[in-house]
């Protein structure tokens, strides 16, 4: 087992053993070899492409297999010996199609029969390879990215939104990665033209979220809990909650969002069930305590799964999500989750706990572009901060409720994904009517940030590198290497970085880094902010 591709990697270089998530050595193997596995299948996809033949069913099964195995998803190994197989069925029929005979291991690679050969084989092609460090430190850069990218195009195709450059980018990198004969400089611009990739992904799925459920509005979603029976909807996917509200609607069941759902209420189309209720708990890592104290069921729609053994019998798994005996809702019928939500206690009485604003996407603030640029104009607001990204247990993530809390009273915090939960609920006030915290939404919609930005340059009339705008965010997992790529691909300098740098970025890798785009660690709220700020 040689793992790294996570923030929380155990001393900061990788899990050998056992993996800091949960995830046992038996299925890092099988991971390494589905990757494997699914590289043959690209070899084939991308030559079929060359001749003008795609297949929409192995490109649809690409992005399934590679987001499988980013952090917190699939724990479950049978799951992936039935992707494995799948992948190498799927690339002998691109064979017959395509014409092409590659020799490569990938592409002749044949599973083995039972588990245990399987494990040794995924040992085989383990990530810790022997090849140049900073070779390997691009490859993997754009393979973590690449899980990212695969996760958001897989989220946009469930909302009916594709576009076939990226199923292209994605066969032609997990292709060229295989490849020992690319150098530095290729392997750098294929790392950036994942962000490209990504930043298509994302819009696809901006398109699928909004087209389907609206643009999300200014709202007020209450902390606390309504007496009654319970279910709690955690992960990323919309879709999955709508189909949740229209299942348990009439049945005395309130639904409330955890974790990057929280945004979910901002949406028109899902704010009109009136028993999506409010939002229960915090960010992914507080799961084991907030899960074991919920008194319904849980429902976990795309990754950041702990292991559930104190819950296993009120947890549901959908999508793309496993653990080994956790009842998986595979077909979309959400009824063994309502019936243990109404076999459960519920909760007992009404609580108070507060509230916080959501849905300050980019048609809510640019709605009121007028205001903010005539606010800086005024300098009623001296600077923005995009305090965002992953939240997580390793220490050293207090910096971002101190930033937060240290930022000056004239400046407008903007935020996005759970890293927001470190500070959601501060009491922050507004700059002329427009609160100062502005919550953006999840992880992927970094795309309406980066709108928002792309706005006020021009009404600014200058770059967005100009802007009085920083950048400080935080990551854990792959769909925040993947938006990393997608600033650094649209040329956005100045970004700083923590709670630490990526194991898998060698020193002379993150030189071109702080050289072409002044990529930078963070260090205390003072030092920062004084730098920023002046």
Known sequence: MFCQQCEQTAKGIACTTMGVCGKTEEVADLQDLLIHAVQGLCLYSDAARQ????????????????????????????????????????????????GANFTVPAAVFTPAADLAGLIEQGKAVSLNTSENEDIKSLKHTTLFGLKGVAAYADHARILGQEDDSVYAYIDKAMTTILRDDVEVPALVALALECGAANLKAMEL????????????????VPLGAKKGKAILVSGHDLLDLELILQQSEGKGINVYTHGEMLPCHGYPDLKKYGHFYGHYGTAWQNQKKEFAEFPGAVIMTTNCIQDPKAYMDSIFTSGLVGWPGVAHLGDKDFTP??????????????????????????????????????????????????????????PGRNYYTELVEKIPADCMVLTLACGKFRFFDKKLGDIGGIPRLLDIGQCNDAYSAIQIAVALAGAFECEVNELPLSMILSWYEQKAVAILLTLLHLGIKDIRLGPSLPAFITPNVLNVLVENFNLMPITTPDEDLKAILG
């Open 205 to 220: 799925l901006d398109a699928g979220n909004t087209g389907r459920f609206g643009h999300p509005v200014p709202t007020e």
């Open 337 to 394: 989750a309502i019936d243990k939500a109404l076999a459960m206690p519920g909760f007992a009485e009404d609580t108070d706990k507060g509230s916080v604003m959501v849905g300050f996407a980019r048609n809510a603030v640019l709605g009121v572009a007028g205001k903010v640029i005539e606010a800086v104009k005024n300098k009623d607001i001296r600077h923005f901060f995009l305090v965002g990204g992953c939240d997580g247990a390793k």
């Open 51 to 98: 001749k003008g033949i795609t297949d929409s069913t192995t490109s649809l099964f690409i992005c399934e297999a590679i987001f499988s195995t980013l952090t917190n998803v699939n724990f479950d190994p049978d799951r992936f010996i039935n992707m494995i197989n799948k992948a190498v069925e799927l690339r002998e029929a691109l064979k017959a199609k395509s």
